[in-house]
Every structure is written in C-alpha cells, then in structure tokens.
C-alpha cells in the first residue's frame, strides 16, 4: 500500500529554518492534491500549506512569507521549507496527499504520514 514517511523535523531557534520532507512509497498513479497540515497542543489541526496538481499554491495567514510547499515528482517526494521560524511554529506536521493509487487509479484516496515534531524555542 501507499505510505507517507516525513522527516525533517527537529528543535531549532526561534529565527532558524527546517525543511521538512515527505516520501511518498508504494505504486502511484497519480497525486492531485499535496498539503502539509500541523497540530500544537491543545490546538485544532490546521492546513498550512497546499499545492494542486494545477501549480496553485495555499498558504495559511500565519506562515505567508516564510514557508514554501514544493514537490519533487520523479522523487515521489514533497517538501516544507520553513524559514524565520517562530515559536508559535511548535506542532506536529503532517504530510497529506490526495492521490490516485496505482492499482486502482479510478479512485482517489486520502493518505497520511505519521507526523513529524517540529519544536521552536526562544
């Protein structure tokens, strides 16, 4: 089946930057729909960013000039580059894709990655 493992995720200071990474394995038609999504404690799990297979992008208000979503096709991989990072940055980050599986590619499914910690100190 299909499997998202991210990767990337680590403490830094309030300033730095990461860039989290998300491997897409297992056999693929085609993916539509990349996003990364993050928790903090005690906090509703929100979209941070977005990209269609169109090349539109979506960026949460919060992070609008300081991250970027891209991806890496013939990878099977995506990215969050994660700059001037702030502590009210501090969440789980998820990996979120909409895609066609390649053993079915009639249908499209949702799939998750485990969650990578990012952590932001002062």
């Known amino acids: 089946q299909v499997k998202l493992v991210e990767s990337g995720g680590g403490l830094v200071q309030a300033g730095g930057s990461l860039r989290l990474s998300c491997l897409a394995s297992g056999s693929i038609f085609s993916i539509n729909v990349v996003a990364w999504y993050r928790q903090a404690p005690g906090k509703q799990r929100e979209l941070v960013a977005r990209?269609?297979?169109?090349?539109?992008?979506d960026y949460a208000d919060s992070v609008k000039g300081r991250f970027t979503i891209s991806e890496d096709n013939a990878k099977n991989t995506m990215y969050l580059q994660m700059n001037s990072l702030k502590p009210e940055d501090t969440a789980v980050y998820y990996c979120n894709l909409y895609l066609q599986p390649g053993h079915d590619s009639t249908r499209q499914y949702s799939y998750w990655g485990q969650g990578t910690q990012v952590t932001v100190s002062s």
């Open positions: 990209i269609t297979s169109g090349g539109n992008t």
